[in-house]
């Protein structure tokens, strides 16, 4: 268990704690991902805390039978939909392929990549280049982003953006665009996320 805490990128008491104190309650969709590979499961088989496929892990010694193959050299390419004229796509959530691990990846269990969508970011990335993302890398003004920002409306996929951040404040971001050339202000208020991006396929 002690490995495949560590494979899956959690501490090495992660799979111990949750299996004899039941902590977390369920596992995330990123460890279940992760782990699934290594046990031969699917990861939906992992989603239920008293499913037959965790109640056999809890009773039985197959984390330590099974070898473990190299799961985590693959990451998860992440849906984005073609957006509007103002540079922004809608972030669909979905995994539609995954690809091997670039070095900029290395150790980052939730790193995750995308295809660019539109011209507003040429020359920098151009329409279908793969991006690659870390989520746990500082965002430093300077630095190309991914942004989701708040649905228009309730139940609606999140506008996502790729740009530069070109400025942070107290109340706001400023991000700039290079197609047309542009920048524009972002609420804090209206920001979900803001991940740094760490390289392209091309």
């Known amino acids: 268990m002690k490995e495949a805490s560590e494979r899956i990128g959690r501490n090495h008491a992660y799979l111990q704690q949750f299996l004899e104190?039941?902590?977390p309650?369920?596992?995330?969709?990123d460890v279940r991902e992760a782990l699934a590979p290594l046990l031969g499961l699917s990861p939906d088989q992992l989603k239920t805390p008293g499913s037959p496929a965790?109640?056999?892990l809890a009773e039985s010694s197959r984390f330590f039978s099974l070898p473990f193959p190299n799961a985590l050299d693959?990451?998860?390419v992440m849906g984005i939909a073609e957006g509007g004229a103002n540079g922004d796509s809608l972030w669909n959530g979905e995994i539609v392929d995954r690809v091997?691990?670039?070095p900029s990846l290395s150790g980052a269990p939730n790193g995750y990549a995308?295809?660019?969508?539109g011209t507003s970011m040429e020359p920098r990335y151009h329409p279908g280049e793969m991006i690659y993302v870390h989520p746990g890398k500082p965002v430093t003004v300077g630095c190309y982003v991914l942004v989701q920002l708040?649905?228009?409306?309730?139940?609606a996929p999140p506008p996502a953006l790729i740009k530069r951040l070109a400025k942070r404040m107290n109340t706001?971001?400023?991000l700039e665009q290079f197609n047309p050339p542009k920048t524009f202000d972002i609420a804090l208020k209206d920001l979900l996320t803001i991940h740094k991006i760490v390289g392209s396929g091309e």
Request: proline residues 13%.
């Open 150 to 155: 708040a649905p228009r409306e309730e139940g």
């Open 114 to 117: 995308t295809y660019v969508v």
């Open 25 to 29: 309650a369920k596992l995330p969709e």
């Open 172 to 174: 706001k971001i400023v």
């Open 74 to 76: 693959k990451i998860p």
């Open 54 to 56: 965790v109640r056999e």
């Open 21 to 23: 104190r039941g902590v």
């Open 100 to 102: 091997d691990r670039p």
